[in-house]
């Protein structure tokens, strides 16, 4: 092998390690996106009670001022896809900086709550957009062999993206809850608005990136440029595979020009091809267990139950949820998909159920408010993190894994912005739905998150197949739905 590394670096290609970290580097780059998801979609935690107070806003109008720009992050989703096909991955990711960094100016300088909201929706577009064209572009520049892993790094920037957002949020209101987030800071700006202004930076930082990314090799020879194809091509794949991989793309395109009718999403199940709503039932079942509810409201709640340090609870969620990631990128191309979808249901079923548990002992008191005593604020407490463990370790990277390359090559980018935007109005209607059901019972609330993580284990039980391994051009041939366990035994041997 190391002799296969110098003919190829003595005759002027690269060698197969120098290919590898042009890979990851590609795989890096692409997933700054994420990074920009998870921070803009986590900032307002730290803001939110500032932003009510400062508004004075009503509990409902509070909630659906966070919720609203997850309306912009479905539309965002819905459109990018067909963007990205129209214009280029890369430059799509250009169009998502300038949302980004448009919002992030725009919400930090609101002078009422319906512009703020504006502002959150621009930036909600940025998040979906950077939602579909990131692990597109992931999936597209790295090869099969290693597709599992470098996907990965989208969630992995997402938790990354997640944990600056608290981090930043606590430092900047001092880790005082509320209070902190309302005292004003440099130029007389309160603390709240610095915690949107920051997005500035990264935003710029991705722009920047993706003007230096190369093109998918995928889009350039749909677009008929297969010598730019070939050029990204030399940076990602041994010279020997060139000609190979650039002939199972245009034969994948060629097939989708012979048969128009299956390079659309409708099929024979409700409309759609049962691929696609694989995918739609994916995004909706990783919302529904309620992730986002700590990641948006977290510090509100662990006040509410009487931990004091709830900004620092906060951050530590984000960090496990960090953490455990990398233990996804480790081991998800040696294990496969469906396993380890299938572990992580079992354990959010459990946390989650023991979370509801706890609630069940919380005493209220003449103010409304609850208190959990010993030992179940702990169990709340370790049941929560044990749900981000096992949510961060699976659902989190896995899902934007599979919906990065379960779809066929005809498809991928329109049934990715399907998914990804049924993805954003299941965030949106948790989102919105915490505070009344909260309110209503946090026993009931958090009993029925653990209901959808115990149908998410049935779902991929019986319906989603193993994709480890299989090249983005044979995906078209994977069955979903009834055969799906079948097809993944029939894998295995």
Not at 248 to 269: F, Y
Request: charged share 15%; with cysteine; proline share 4%.
């Amino acid at each position: 092998m190391s002799g296969t590394k110098e003919r190829e670096s003595s005759s002027g290609a690269p060698g197969l390690q120098q290919l590898k970290h042009k890979v990851t580097g590609l795989a890096v780059a692409g997933a700054l996106g994420g990074f920009l998801f998870g921070f803009d979609s986590s900032v307002v935690n730290g803001a939110v009670d500032a932003i009510g107070k400062q508004f004075k806003l009503s509990p409902t109008l509070q909630g659906f001022a966070v919720a609203i720009a997850l309306l912009g992050c479905a539309l965002g989703a819905y459109l990018a896809g067909r963007v990205a096909d129209r214009i280029g991955r890369t430059r799509t990711m250009i169009v998502g900086a300038v949302l980004f960094l448009a919002s992030s100016i725009g919400a930090g300088l609101a002078f009422g709550v319906g512009d703020f909201m504006f502002w959150r929706v621009i930036g909600g577009l940025g998040i979906g957009v950077a939602s579909v064209v990131s692990p597109t572009y992931i999936a597209e520049v790295v090869p099969a062999s290693r597709r599992g892993r470098l996907g990965s790094l989208q969630q992995l920037a997402i938790t990354i993206g997640i944990f600056a957002a608290l981090l930043s949020d606590a430092l900047f209101a001092g880790f005082n809850g509320a209070t902190g987030a309302s005292q004003q800071l440099l130029f007389g700006i309160e603390a709240w608005r610095w915690m949107f202004l920051v997005g500035v930076v990264p935003s710029i930082a991705y722009g920047v990136i993706a003007l230096r990314l190369p093109e998918s090799p995928r889009h350039l020879i749909a677009k008929r440029d297969e010598e730019g194809a070939r050029s990204v091509l030399r940076q990602t794949t041994p010279r020997d595979e060139i000609d190979g991989e650039v002939d199972d793309i245009q034969r994948s395109i060629e097939e989708d020009a012979e048969n128009a009718e299956k390079a659309n999403l409708r099929g024979h199940v409700l409309g759609l091809q049962p691929v696609v709503w694989a995918g739609i039932v994916l995004s909706v079942l990783q919302q529904f267990v309620g992730i986002n509810v700590i990641f948006y409201y977290s510090t509100t709640l662990w006040n509410a139950v009487g931990f004091k340090d709830s900004f620092a609870i906060s951050v530590v969620s984000a960090v496990i949820n960090v953490a455990v990631t990398f233990v996804a990128i480790a081991i998800v191309d040696k294990v496969g998909r469906r396993p380890m979808l299938l572990a992580g249901s079992a354990g959010m079923t459990i946390a989650l159920a023991a979370v509801a548990i706890a609630f069940s002992q919380a005493n209220p008191s003449a103010s409304g408010a609850v208190s959990l005593p010993n030992p179940w604020g702990i169990v709340a407490l370790i049941g929560a993190n044990l749900f981000v463990i096992c949510f961060g370790a699976t659902w989190g990277p896995l899902v934007w894994v599979l919906l990065g390359e379960m779809f066929p090559n005809r498809i991928r980018a329109k049934a990715l912005g399907v998914a990804a935007a049924a993805q954003w109005i299941a965030n949106f209607v948790v989102t919105l739905s915490f505070p009344p059901l909260a309110n209503l019972s946090l026993v009931f609330t958090y009993g029925l998150y653990a209901a959808f993580a115990l149908i998410s284990l049935l779902f991929v039980f019986f319906l989603i197949p193993e994709t480890k391994g299989v090249t983005l051009e044979a995906m078209g041939g994977l069955a979903f739905g009834r055969k799906a366990r079948l097809a993944a035994k029939e894998a295995a041997h």
